[in-house]
């Protein structure tokens, strides 16, 4: 894998770099086993970052969360580089975003780093409670070592790694600038985890499940921005005219805002999980994305996020495509 | 003031007379979190493990979406929506009702609100002291307390074999007389209980010294703090949506067919379309603005017309926080930087 230290020397080899303005990563929070989105601006601020299976957050995702503003008169635009550490399924990200043009090649560099999978929070609430104390986590061969108050806990991986991570076919970055230390082996077969039992459902369990979920939808949008692709400057869940979307929280409006998200996503989705980590509902939403990455994987043969030279999904055409969909 | 006992075998019987006599809105596991939600007549449910709801109880009385009336387009009359029930809620928090209170002042500072008024007289609440404070509880630094019975009728304290509870209000008197079959007289178990809330507030770890933070807030405004502890932020509305003081709302017009009626739904100030204009401007551009006026809508601007914080240390802002931001790490930043 890779050590902290090495991290944290190139972190701060960027950011000395003129043509830099900051580096994301990330640094320890405030309790328990969070993690935060951290920026590095000076060569100091790099002793802070952390790595680790906490770290839970898409990055990619601020690449185009910062907003445009206008300028006041006479000052120039900042032009300088904007570097992120990248695992696998963040450095798909910006391979999408880079086939989309939603980002600049020329304005990004990517530090990469292999990914052993990151903990799902959900699955440790009970077993291992959150404390005031802030943890700390690390991969050790197969397992998930926590250190809580310098008490150390070692667990099976597939106990608590995200169901994505479980599957992750994409550990090491699939483009960099510079990746460190070792390249993990994979240690998954393709799978789409949740969507075979929900496919072998009848129709009416399929909708009474989801009916379920839907329903406790509070509407916060957070699987919405915490996903790198989600990244219109003029959203259709934010549009009043015409308004696509009412804002009243019913079932019916909320299967209506989760369909949209979900079919925009169809191939650009990279699987990195964040929407589902994010909400505080706990609407298992992989599940929906998975059958989209599912039947593109199959129809298409299409993986988005993979090829830096590719063509996005909607934009590629070939005569072999499968069209049993066309009535 | 009546004070009660409820043994716990008694629970069942307890929570059908409330029922009986009332729409009873209780704690209820819907997947992986708890919320309120009307009872169902499943009388096994208990509040044993229920620690508190991620959806906090304003929404028995600010619900996210409430219907104001109904109309046909084309049609120039309006009717109303059914009449509010006399409702109670069962097992809220002595912070949830804090919150309350705080919600109510501005919902009656200027002119009256009937949608929210008539919901908010029409509910009783029987409030659940916390015996085990959680991670992000920081209630005692706002004048709060696992016991407070502020914005409570009812306050209730779990004593292992049985419950204590103690009417705060005329109200409460009455809905405990409702249930009276299910009680017995309490003796000297108001004690115990008290034992019990002083014991949790000994164990609440997190704190911060809100003196001086409104000035700060005023003189800071364009600091740089902002900059940095807006920059993670995602810009969803998890924060003020399960917060139990937020009370923003959107009122729109929604139709179909012909059908058509107004509502109003909880808007939040971390979204951009909250204070987007008419002409494209936006006063509050980016996460920056929006983060500093949750902060200073909590610590500033509600003090300076209610003299009071419009927090009630409840936590949940931080712990559904996706990306950690953490209120208290904002607050003791302006305290020292600003």
Redesign the interface.
């Known amino acids: 894998m890779v050590d902290l230290e090495t991290i944290r020397k190139k972190a701060k080899e960027i950011v000395s770099r003129e043509d830099v303005k900051h580096l994301i990563g990330w640094r320890k ?4 086993y ?6 590095v601006e000076a060569p100091e601020d790099a002793e802070e970052l952390v790595y680790s299976p906490l770290c839970n ?1 898409n990055l990619a ?2 690449l185009t ?1 910062a ?1 445009k ?1 206008p300028l006041p008169k006479g000052q120039e635009p900042d032009r300088r580089k904007t570097a992120l550490l990248v695992r696998g399924c963040d450095s798909r990200a910006v391979v999408q975003l880079l086939t989309e043009r939603g980002v600049d090649r020329e304005q990004v560099v990517l530090l990469g780093l292999p990914c052993r999978g990151v903990v799902d929070l ?1 699955k440790l609430k009970d077993s291992y ?4 104390e802030v943890a700390d986590a690390e991969w050790k061969e197969d397992k998930i070592v926590l250190n809580v108050s310098g008490e150390k806990k070692e667990i099976p991986r597939e106990e608590v790694l995200d169901d994505h991570c479980l599957v992750c076919r994409y550990p090491n970055p699939v483009e960099a600038d510079e990746t460190l230390g070792e390249k993990v082996e994979p240690w998954a077969e393709e799978s789409h985890p949740g969507v075979e039992e929900l496919e072998n459902a009848s129709f009416d369990k399929r909708w009474d499940f989801w009916e ?2 839907f ?2 939808c ?5 699987c ?3 996903c790198p692709m989600c990244y219109c400057e003029d959203c259709i869940l ?1 549009r ?1 005219n015409p ?1 696509w979307i ?5 079932y019916s409006e909320n299967t209506a805002f989760h369909i949209a998200r979900a079919f925009h996503l169809v191939g650009r989705c990279v699987s990195c999980g964040a929407c589902e ?2 909400c ?4 298992p939403l992989g599940k929906i994305n998975q059958k989209l990455v599912k039947e593109v994987r199959e129809k298409y043969e299409f993986e988005p996020g993979t090829d830096p030279e590719g063509v996005p999904f909607q934009a590629s055409y070939n005569p072999q495509d499968q069209e049993d969909f066309i009535l | 003031m009546s004070e009660k006992v409820l043994q716990k075998a008694n629970w069942s019987s307890f929570v059908q007379a409330l029922a009986d006599a009332r729409e009873l809105w209780f704690p209820v596991k ?4 708890y ?1 309120f939600a009307p009872y169902s007549g499943d009388v096994d449910a208990g509040l044993e493990e229920y620690a508190y709801s ?2 906090p109880p304003k929404a028995v009385v600010l619900p ?2 409430e219907t104001m009336f109904l109309y046909q387009v084309g049609d120039k009359e309006i009717s109303l929506p059914e009449e509010k029930k006399e409702k109670v809620v069962l097992g809220a928090r002595p912070c949830d009702a804090r919150a309350m209170d705080i919600v109510d002042r501005v919902f009656q500072w200027d002119e009256d609100d009937p949608y929210y008024l008539e919901n908010r007289n029409k509910t009783a609440v029987i409030g659940l002291a916390c015996n085990e404070p959680f ?2 509880c920081f209630c005692t630094s706002l004048d709060g307390s696992p016991g407070s019975t502020q914005g409570l009728d009812v306050l209730m304290v779990d004593l292992g074999d049985k419950y204590y509870l103690r009417s705060v209000t005329d109200k409460g008197s009455r809905i405990l007389g409702d249930a009276e079959s299910a009680l017995e007289d309490a003796s000297g178990e108001g004690s115990q209980a008290e034992e019990i809330i002083k014991e949790a507030e000994g164990k609440i ?2 704190s911060i010294d809100t003196e001086g933070i409104r000035e700060k807030l005023e003189e800071g405004w364009e600091a740089p703090l902002w900059d ?1 502890v807006s ?2 932020c ?5 924060c003020t ?2 917060c139990p003081t937020c009370h923003c709302f ?1 009122i ?1 017009d ?1 139709v179909e067919g012909f059908d058509g009626r107004r ?1 109003r ?2 808007d ?1 100030c971390m ?3 909250y204070t987007l204009h008419t002409s494209g401007h936006n006063p509050r ?3 920056k603005e929006r983060t500093r006026n949750r902060i200073s809508h909590k610590y500033r601007y509600y003090v300076e017309k209610f003299d009071k914080i419009a927090c009630v240390g409840c936590g949940r802002c ?1 712990t ?1 926080c ?5 209120i ?2 904002i607050l003791s930043r302006v305290k020292e930087e600003l």
């Open positions: 929070g405030t309790f328990g969070r993690v935060t989105p951290y920026w957050t995702t601020y969360l907003e503003l959900r409670p959150e404390d005031n379920k979920e329903e406790r509070i509407r916060c949008y957070a919405r921005n915490a934010d009043l308004t009412y804002r009243s929280n019913n980590r994010v505080p509902a706990g609407i | 819907d997947g992986p979190i919320k991620s959806v996210q979406t991670v992000n770890k997190r940095e920059r993670a995602l810009g969803c509305g998890a949506f399960l959107d729109q929604e509502c739904m909880w939040s979204f951009g379309e551009p980016s996460r931080i559904s996706p990306v950690n931001i953490d208290l790490d």
